[in-house]
């Protein structure tokens, strides 16, 4: 009996992508993700906060899809929709705000409640809203 594992196809235009967000045009998202396999000891959930400018499902599959230590797939706990320009920044801010929680200071993991995630991500958001000047939706 033979496996034939399937990949998923990914159509990046690069070159678009750099120019929606130079231009400051386009969506970026500022994701929450969790994963089944992702615990620490005393049940505490571990969950990834990370960005893209492609939609958060093709980003989620993608961390599963390439790396081989990851036995489940992520599922999908919040998508933060925000202008692609300030989607990095608003991540960062985030991982400021949660520093204490991080598993590991080289990895955008952090082990605490899902509503502490929210609310640093929201923060974030909130903080650059208002240095900006801009709106945002959130989804």
């Not at 970026?28 to 505490?44: K, M, R």
């Not at 571990?46 to 390439?66: F, M, N, S």
């Not at 925000?82 to 949660?98: D, G, Q, R, T, Y």
Request: glycine share 2%.
């Amino acid at each position: 009996m033979r496996f034939v594992r399937q990949k998923r196809k990914y159509t990046i235009d690069k070159k678009r992508i750099l120019k929606s967000e130079k231009n400051g045009r386009g969506i970026g998202y500022v994701y929450l993700l969790s994963n089944p396999a992702f615990y620490l000891s005393d049940s505490t959930p571990i969950y990834k906060i990370g960005h893209t400018l492609r939609q958060p499902e093709d980003r989620a599959w993608e961390l599963y899809e390439d790396n081989t230590a990851v036995p489940f797939k992520f599922k999908i706990e919040s998508t933060f929709k925000v202008p692609p320009k300030f989607a990095e920044k608003i991540e960062k801010l985030a991982h400021k705000k949660l520093k204490v929680y991080r598993v590991n200071k080289y990895r955008e993991f952090f082990a605490c409640h899902i509503s502490i995630c929210i609310k640093a991500i929201e923060e974030s958001t909130a903080e650059l809203m208002i240095k900006k000047k801009k709106r945002f939706k959130l989804i």
